[in-house]
């Protein structure tokens, strides 16, 4: 899955990026203003990245297509 923010970094985009990317096992939270993503496998931890590749699935979301 291809994730983007679309230049909008609110709780709103973060809570859409995390229904789509939680059902591949994967988080976003925020820490002190910067956007890290959790593998909930391994618990590996990165900054998040707009336009980042999660799952290998090669599904582009973005944030504001997701309900």
């Given at each position: 899955?291809?994730?983007?923010t679309?230049?909008w ?5 973060l809570?859409?990026?995390n ?9 976003v ?26 799952g290998?699935?090669?599904v ?8």
């Amino acid at each position: 899955v291809t994730v983007s923010t679309g230049g909008w970094r609110t709780r709103t985009t973060l809570d859409r990026i995390n229904r789509a990317l939680r059902p591949i096992g994967f988080r976003v939270y925020q820490h002190r203003w910067d956007w890290i993503v959790r593998d909930c496998t391994t618990g590996d931890e990165q900054a998040f990245e707009d336009g980042d590749t999660y799952g290998g699935s090669g599904v582009e979301i973005f944030a504001a297509e997701v309900a």
